[in-house]
């Protein structure tokens, strides 16, 4: 069922890091955003393949990873992603993406939950650093990274406390809560 897909399709952010993914499921995942909708069927996006640690270690100190967690500066050795998509705008056809880029990465997403992986959407990048190390052509530009693994932690979905309090947090056994608005919260009319 889809409900149970996008239940388990949360924002992992600690993976088991020696479990490789291989170029081919990332390729199959790309498959399923190039599959999905496209604003005025542009298909202006591009993407960048990572599962090989060097690149992965180019890519991982530009990333930044949980907002909400000031003293946590994102995963150790060890729960690092084994693989990373970056999703990019090719300029040359359109400069009006809309929300292609998040339709690509939730398909990205679910294709990969459905393979037992994990992953979480990055937007908090250093895009001009990137930029540089991995030679990326001006005509391309960074939308998003999505970092990719075998899920290494807990993560919790409960529903907002009265105080209205959004912020996701990590309890003393290190499984990561995300508290949700209720469905009567969110339905206006």
Request: proline share 5%; charged share 25%.
């Amino acid at each position: 069922m889809i409900r149970d897909l996008i239940q388990k399709n949360r924002s992992y952010r600690r993976f088991y890091q020696d479990l490789v993914i291989e170029t081919g499921t990332l390729r199959e995942l790309v498959d399923l955003a190039r599959l999905s909708a496209s604003a005025a069927n542009m298909q202006p996006l591009k993407y960048i393949l990572s599962c090989d640690p060097q690149k992965n270690g180019l890519i991982f100190p530009h990333l930044a990873w949980a907002g909400y967690l000031k003293d946590w500066p994102g995963p150790a050795e060890g729960e690092k992603p084994s693989a990373y998509i970056i999703i990019l705008e090719d300029t040359e056809i359109s400069r009006s993406i809309g929300c292609d880029h998040g339709i690509a990465a939730q398909s990205i997403l679910l294709g990969a939950t459905e393979k037992g992986f994990g992953g979480c959407m990055i937007a908090s990048i250093q895009r001009e650093k990137l930029r540089e190390v991995l030679k990326i052509p001006s005509r391309y530009e960074i939308l998003l990274v999505l970092a990719l693994g075998k899920p290494k932690e807990t993560v919790v979905i409960e529903t907002v406390g009265p105080d209205g309090n959004i912020k996701y947090w990590r309890d003393s056994e290190g499984k990561h809560r995300v508290p949700k608005r209720s469905l009567d919260d969110i339905i206006i009319g």
